[in-house]
Structures are given as structure tokens and as C-alpha cells.
């Protein structure tokens, strides 16, 4: 069983166009976070998030977390042939020395 | 500064060979995990420490081994390695508290293929 779930797993989309990631559990986190992944590399954090509905940028990237704090989504506006790779969300919750719990990740190609 | 540095890059074993990866990080952080990464599912944390002589299990310990005697230093083991520890390790490092205990630092991570 995932605790948390992350869809859609792959997303093929021309440059230029939007998408929508999403991250969702039934459990409450404490705080949630972003990461990026290239081929042959970790992954790489994007943003950690942490107030229910809580709204951060990251220049064409923008992160929500739901005021419930069980979920979070991922939009990027005008996508770029450098924002392809593996996108995971982590959840932390609280009191257990700081462990992850990761999504299964999505994905993403931008063809130019 | 180094950040993770994990060795080797690739590795192909027999099955009931054993073998160590090896991780060690630069920042003095007292935090330290073991991740193995599967196509379509995510993360799984292996085993994990807070200090050095301090481990413990995470989801997926079976058929894995750690040990911590230096803050700089978490080797994981394979004892008798098997066709499902095919997969793709990545060792990560925290700070203990302030912004960085929210920021993990992974290393490049370590192909394994057992045959």
C-alpha cells in the first residue's frame, strides 16, 4: 500500500503547455516536500512546504499544500525541455526522527 | 565540500555474494539514510541513523545491514544478496536541526544488479 499516492506516474507534453501534478494520502503531514530527479543523479529538493494551504513559487513552478495537509499538487506554467525528469513528493510526519515517506514519483518529458 | 559522495556507481553480484556500499558525507550532519529506489515506487527507506553508533530499521530492512562508528561514514551491507536487492541505492544526509533538518542531501547513488 502507497501512503502516499502521486499521479499521473508518466506525462508526456509539448513545450509551452501546463500540467498538474498531484500528490495525495490520507494521512496528515507535518510538512511536505518536492524533489526533482535527473537520470544517474539523487534526487534534488524543490521546496518543503509546511502550513496548511500554503502556496509557494519557484519561478514557472507553483506548490500547494492542502489546508488538511494530506495532499499537495505540483503545476508548472509553460513547461521547458529542462523541466523533464522524475518529480517526488515526500511527506515527514511528525515525531519519527525525520523519515520521508515518498510518492512512487511522476515522470515528466517536455518535447520541444 | 563533497556533500554524499556513494561508491561504487555500478555494481553486478551473484546471488548469495555479499558486497558493502559504501557513503560518506562531508557536512557533519548527524543524520544519515539508506534509500533503495524501484522503477514506479517511490523511495523506500532501508535503515537510517542519528548519530554515530545509532541505527535503526526503516520500512525494507530485510536482507540489509548498516553499522555508524564515524559521524562521516554509513556502509550498508549485503550479506547474501539476491535477485529482488536489484536495484538502484541512494544514501542521504541531514542536519540535525534548524532550516537544514529539512533539506536531505542525497548522493548520486549505486546500481545494483544481482544475477
Known amino acids: 500500500t502507497q501512503l502516499l499516492e502521486q499521479s499521473p506516474q508518466f506525462l508526456s507534453i509539448q513545450e509551452g503547455e501546463n500540467l498538474t501534478v498531484y500528490c495525495n494520502s490520507s494521512?496528515?503531514?507535518?510538512?511536505l516536500q518536492w524533489y526533482r530527479q535527473e537520470p544517474g543523479e539523487g534526487p534534488v529538493l524543490l521546496v518543503t512546504?509546511?502550513?496548511?494551504?500554503e502556496v509557494k513559487k519557484l519561478k514557472r513552478l507553483t506548490f500547494q499544500f492542502g489546508d488538511a495537509r494530506k495532499d499537495s499538487s505540483l503545476h508548472i506554467t509553460a513547461a521547458q525541455p529542462g523541466d523533464t525528469g522524475l518529480y517526488l513528493c515526500a511527506g515527514k510526519k511528525s515525531g519519527n526522527t525525520g523519515k520521508l515517506i515518498f510518492g512512487q514519483g511522476t515522470t515528466l518529458q517536455v518535447k520541444p | 565540500n563533497a556533500g554524499v559522495t556513494q561508491t561504487p556507481k555500478f555494481r553486478i553480484l551473484k546471488i548469495g555474494q555479499s558486497m558493502t556500499l559504501q557513503c560518506a558525507q562531508d557536512m557533519n550532519h548527524n543524520y544519515m539514510y539508506w534509500y533503495r529506489q524501484d522503477p514506479g515506487m517511490g523511495l523506500k527507506l532501508i535503515y537510517y541513523?542519528?548519530?554515530?553508533?545509532?541505527?535503526d530499521k526503516g520500512e525494507v530492512p530485510n536482507g540489509y545491514n548498516v553499522s555508524r562508528s564515524t559521524t562521516e561514514d554509513f556502509p550498508l551491507r549485503l550479506e547474501l544478496a539476491a535477485p529482488s536487492q536489484t536495484s538502484v541505492y541512494f544514501c542521504a544526509s541531514r542536519e540535525e536541526g534548524g532550516f537544514g533538518a529539512n533539506v536531505l542531501t542525497f548522493g548520486a547513488g549505486s546500481r545494483l544488479t544481482v544475477l
Open positions: 512546504v509546511v502550513t496548511g494551504g
Open positions: 494521512s496528515v503531514f507535518s510538512s
Open positions: 541513523s542519528v548519530g554515530a553508533g545509532i541505527t
